[in-house]
Nanobody, 121 residues
Framework: QVQLVESGGGLVQPGGSLRLSCRAS????????MGWYRQAPGKQRELVAG???????NYAESVKGRFTISREDAKNTVYLQMNSLKPEDTAVYYC???????????????WGQGTQVTVSS
């Protein structure tokens, strides 16, 4: 079975940086698009950034120029480098990935359990 495990969240002061990681575990898998989402209290989950298997990226307007998504396929891992953090970036951050299992005909979408990011002085 496939699991996505996030790490790297925590408490940071405004203007600070954090790096989130999300590793997909499982045997004989192919990972296509990977992404980061976030959900603040009382708000809907929203896309933060995505990256295709070819390395094409897209970002929410609110994080452009501050966040960078990248992936390391040899480790089945996606990263989110977050710089110049603001209080409004406070949320639970989730990664997801389209993953094809070796015995499947089509990929399925998997989600991580989430990691809390709090930006506060």
């Amino acid at each position: 079975q496939v699991q996505l495990v996030e790490s790297g969240g925590g408490l940071v002061q405004p203007g600070g940086s954090l790096r989130l990681s999300c590793r997909a575990s499982g045997n004989s898998i192919s990972i296509y698009r990977m992404g980061w989402y976030r959900q603040a209290p009382g708000k809907q989950r929203e896309l933060v950034a995505g990256i295709t298997s070819g390395g094409r990226t897209n970002y929410a307007e609110s994080v452009k120029g501050r966040f960078t998504i990248s992936r390391e396929d040899a480790k089945n891992t996606v990263y989110l480098q977050m710089n110049s953090l603001k209080p409004e970036d406070t949320a639970v951050y989730y990664c997801n990935a389209d993953i094809l299992l070796y015995y499947s005909d089509s990929p399925n979408l998997y989600w991580g359990q989430g990691t809390q990011v709090t930006v506060s002085s």
